[in-house]
């Protein structure tokens, strides 16, 4: 299974695809603020996976300035 997430500042365009997914069989969701917040927060968990360790102090100097 794949999928595709689309992005639109206009509400008619995505009642467009929304529209044309049910017309094809196809699933689909609006998602809400809240989730688009958590699926960018577990991209971010995954990418700092990735990169070497960083000290408590120096990501407390980060966010002081």
């Known amino acids: 299974m794949?999928?595709?997430l689309i992005n639109s500042e206009k509400e008619e365009d995505l009642n467009l695809f929304?529209?044309?997914a049910h017309r094809l069989g196809l699933t689909a969701k609006v998602l809400s603020?809240?989730?688009?917040?958590?699926?960018?927060l577990h991209?971010?968990?995954v990418e700092g996976r990735k990169t070497k360790f960083v000290s408590k102090e120096a990501v407390m100097k980060k966010l002081k300035s």
């Not at 603020?33 to 960018?40: A, F, Q």
């Open 2 to 4: 794949s999928t595709l």
């Open 18 to 20: 929304l529209e044309l």
């Open 33 to 40: 603020k809240d989730e688009k917040e958590e699926i960018g």
């Open 43 to 45: 991209n971010a968990m």
